[in-house]
Antibody
Framework: EVQLVESGGGLVQPGGSLRLSCAAS????????MSWVRQAPGEGLEWVSAISGSAERTYYADSVKGRFTISRDNSKNTLYQQMNSLRAEDTAVYYC??????????????WGQGTMVTVSS | DIQMTQSPSSVSASVGDRVTITCRAS??????LAWYQQKPGKAPKLLIYAASSLQSGVPSRFSGSGSETDFTLTISSLQPEDFATYYC?????????FGPGTKVDIK
């Protein structure tokens, strides 16, 4: 079964850091780009970051550029997101998502269950 | 950045109704558009990619059309399990962007 399982969310103070993980199974992880998408409480979806299958290319939303770092370990089938200098507006459910086709960024076909990040003092 | 808008923001409909949701891009995106369905407390589910390609396992009552700046998602005969929020997303260029969503609820 194709599956993504996120972990690492929690409560953190403004200015703090957190690292999210996403364990993938059921598909050849290394050939697909991966991404993080977040959803603030009661709000819509916001794309955050993406990384190519080989990890050669990374992309970020302006709202997180310079603060968040996406990475992956293909030997462990795991995606990461290091989040630094967290702000209240980063509070959201963070979803790990797989891009549909190898080498493509056209659509997210598999999503994790999400992990909640709350930034508050 | 490419801005995505959706209309209506919400629609009340009955089982069996035909429902059409519109998505507009602020600039041409060819056919680089996807549609997702999201139910409360759940992750989004991919319905349509490349504007009109039906994702595997998605019922054929869902269809997509359009190109460049104007796109539509149509549910031909609304079923009880279709009451949800629907999002469009452009994949033409980074940053990837989503529309604000259209909530389909029970009339």
């Amino acid at each position: 079964e194709v599956q993504l399982v996120e972990s690492g969310g929690g409560l953190v103070q403004p200015g703090g850091s957190l690292r999210l993980s996403c364990a993938a199974s059921g598909f050849t992880f290394s050939i697909y780009a991966m991404s993080w998408v977040r959803q603030a409480p009661g709000e819509g979806l916001e794309w955050v970051s993406a990384i190519s299958g080989s990890a050669e290319r990374t992309y970020y939303a302006d709202s997180v550029k310079g603060r968040f770092t996406i990475s992956r370990d293909n030997s462990k089938n795991t995606l990461y997101q290091q989040m630094n200098s967290l702000r209240a507006e980063d509070t959201a459910v963070y979803y790990c998502a797989k891009l549909r086709a190898s080498g493509s960024y056209d659509a997210f076909d598999i999503w994790g269950q999400g992990t909640m990040v709350t930034v508050s003092s | 950045d490419i801005q995505m808008t959706q209309s209506p923001s919400s629609v009340s409909a009955s089982v069996g109704d035909r429902v059409t949701i519109t998505c507009r891009a602020s600039q041409g995106i060819s056919r680089w558009l996807a549609w997702y369905q999201q139910k409360p407390g759940k992750a989004p589910k991919l319905l349509i990619y490349a504007a009109s390609s039906l994702q595997s396992g998605v019922p054929s009552r869902f269809s997509g059309s359009g190109s460049e700046t104007d796109f539509t998602l149509t549910i031909s005969s609304l079923q009880p399990e279709d009451f949800a929020t629907y999002y469009c997303q452009q994949a033409n260029s980074f940053p990837l962007t989503f529309g604000p969503g259209t909530k389909v609820d029970i009339k």
